[in-house]
T-cell receptor, first 112, second 115 residues
C-alpha cells in the first residue's frame, strides 16, 4: 500500500521568505514522487518529480524538493516566496504500474 | 504542449438529473482519469481507463459511470445526480512509459453544483 501525508493544510509566509511545504510518504517499495501546483480556478500542473535519478530535484518557478529515504520525506522548498506562488500544492506518490495517490493539499498564502 | 479540455467550467444541475462531463486530450495518451476534489480531502480517483473501451474503478466509483469510445475522449456520467456529488471534477491523462513516471496532465476542472 502507498500513502502520502502533507503536514499543514494552510501555510503562510511573507514575501521573500523561505517556503517549506512538508510531505511524508509511505511505500513498501521505492516510489516515484511528485509535487503538483493548482492555481485558483485551474487544474493541477506538475512542479517536479522524483524518479530515483537524483535525490535533489529541481522544478519550475524556482522550487526544489529533496528525497530523503531515511525520513520517508519529500519536502518542497523555495528560497524566496513570491506573491505569484500563492496556490494549493499537492504531493503525490506512485509505484510502478500502480495508480497515483495524492495528498490532501497545502494552501500557501504569501503575505506582502 | 499537452492540452486536456473539459466541456464545462461550471455546471448547475438538479437532483435526479443525468449529468455528462466530457474530457478530451490531444496527446494520444493511453491513460485517462477522473477525480473529484473536495476541500480537506484532496483528489480522489473515481475511475480511470488505460485503453479504449477499458475502465477500472478508482477509490470512489459509487454513483458514477464512465465511457471511453475513442482514445482522446473520456466521459464521466452521473446517472442520477445527488447533492453529495456537488464538487470539483478534474480530468487527467498520461502516457504509459513502461509504468515508471507517468506524469499526469490535468484539465481546468468542472465545478458541478447539484441543487
Amino acid at each position: 500500500a502507498q500513502s502520502v501525508t502533507q503536514l499543514g493544510s494552510h501555510v503562510s509566509v511573507s514575501e521573500g521568505a523561505l517556503v517549506l511545504l512538508r510531505c511524508n510518504y509511505s511505500s513498501s517499495v521505492p516510489p516515484y514522487l511528485f509535487w503538483y501546483v493548482q492555481y485558483p480556478n485551474q487544474g493541477l500542473q506538475l512542479l517536479l518529480k522524483y524518479t530515483s535519478a537524483a535525490t535533489l530535484v529541481k522544478g519550475i518557478n524556482g522550487f526544489e524538493a529533496e528525497f530523503k529515504k531515511s525520513e520517508t520525506s519529500f519536502h518542497l522548498t523555495k528560497p524566496s516566496a513570491h506573491m505569484s506562488d500563492a496556490a494549493e500544492y499537492f504531493c503525490a506518490v506512485k509505484r510502478a504500474y500502480q495508480k497515483v495517490t495524492f495528498g490532501t493539499g497545502t494552501k500557501l498564502q504569501v503575505i506582502p | 504542449d499537452v492540452k486536456v479540455t473539459q466541456s464545462s467550467r461550471y455546471l448547475v444541475k438538479r437532483t435526479g438529473e443525468k449529468v455528462f462531463l466530457e474530457c478530451v486530450q490531444d496527446m494520444d495518451h493511453e491513460n485517462m482519469f477522473w477525480y473529484r476534489q473536495d476541500p480537506g480531502l484532496g483528489l480522489r480517483l473515481i475511475y480511470f481507463s488505460y485503453d479504449v473501451k477499458m475502465k477500472e474503478k478508482g477509490d470512489i466509483p459509487e454513483g458514477y459511470s464512465v465511457s471511453r469510445e475513442k482514445k482522446e475522449r473520456f466521459s464521466l456520467i452521473l446517472e442520477s445526480a445527488s447533492t453529495n456529488q456537488t464538487s470539483m471534477y478534474l480530468c487527467a491523462s498520461s502516457f504509459t512509459s513502461g509504468g515508471s513516471t507517468d506524469t499526469q496532465y490535468f484539465g481546468p476542472g468542472t465545478r458541478l453544483t447539484v441543487l
